[in-house]
């Protein structure tokens, strides 16, 4: 009988040092979720903010887009508006011309 006490003793005193090392790891275990939880509501954090940081840089890049566009249209039509300038302001040169020469004939003439 009391080598039956003694067994069931150290059956006893192991189990209990089992249910301390699963008591043990268990609370690890918990501990590593909670920091887990922790890192991953910082990481969904951090991907709303990036995300809305991208979708604020394409907005950003359609306006410049836009307003790139809107430039070219300007630039193209003050090219074309520069170019029938240049080509008015010779038609009036060459019409300079042609009255001088007129006004020397005349003055050749009155002479």
């Known amino acids: 009988v009391d080598e039956r006490a003694a067994h069931l003793n ?3 005193a192991k189990l209990e040092q089992t249910l301390d090392e ?3 790891s ?3 275990e918990k501990k590593t ?3 887990v ?6 990481v969904e954090a951090d991907v709303k903010l990036t995300q809305e940081a991208v979708a604020d ?3 950003n890049k359609k306006e410049l887009e836009s307003l790139i566009f809107k430039r070219d249209a300007e630039c193209a039509s003050l090219a074309s508006r520069f170019e029938e300038e240049q080509v008015s302001a010779g038609r009036v040169g060459k019409s300079i011309k042609e009255l001088h020469a007129k006004i020397e004939e005349i003055e050749d003439e009155i002479k």
Request: charged content about 60%; proline content about 0%; glycine content about 0%.
């Open 37 to 42: 939880e922790k890192a991953k509501r910082r």
């Open 22 to 24: 699963i008591v043990d």
């Open 33 to 35: 979720r909670s920091e």
């Open 57 to 59: 840089l394409e907005r």
């Open 10 to 12: 150290k059956v006893k």
């Open 26 to 28: 268990l609370n690890r």
